[in-house]
């Protein structure tokens, strides 16, 4: 079992920059594939970026080239570089991990709340 404690969320104006991370609990976090997922209001939650046990990255279109997924095995932690940020990037963003080769998470953070502001 692993827990996942997001922080790094806030309100943030138009164009400007946050980093999401995600600590993760246990001493086996780098074997897990991690993923940040987020849910605007009144809209389902979907995959924004994941990072393979690997260190391999996929992203969804809508941040690609803007936002960067991140591990620290060391420090049992994931980070989500958001940069150019957009009002319809606002959102509430969880971190999530699963076990190889599931492809269902299994393990999910409380979220933390990303507001961008025109």
């Known amino acids: 079992q692993v827990q996942l404690v997001e922080s790094g969320g806030g309100l943030v104006q138009a164009g400007g920059s946050l980093r999401l991370s995600c600590a993760a609990s246990?001493?086996?976090?780098?074997?897990?594939?991690m993923g940040w997922f987020r849910q605007p209001p009144r809209k389902a939650r979907v995959l924004v970026a994941r990072?393979?046990?690997?260190?391999?990255?996929n992203y969804a279109d809508s941040v690609k080239g803007r936002f960067t997924i991140s591990r620290d095995n060391a420090k049992n932690t994931v980070y989500l570089q958001m940069n150019s940020l957009k009002p319809e990037d606002t959102a509430v963003y969880y971190c999530?991990?699963?076990?190889?080769?599931?492809?269902?998470?299994?393990?999910w953070g409380q979220g933390t709340q990303v507001t961008v502001s025109s």
């Open positions: 246990g001493r086996t976090f780098s074997s897990y594939d």
């Open positions: 990072i393979t046990t690997g260190g391999a990255t």
């Open positions: 999530a991990a699963r076990t190889p080769p599931r492809v269902a998470y299994d393990y």
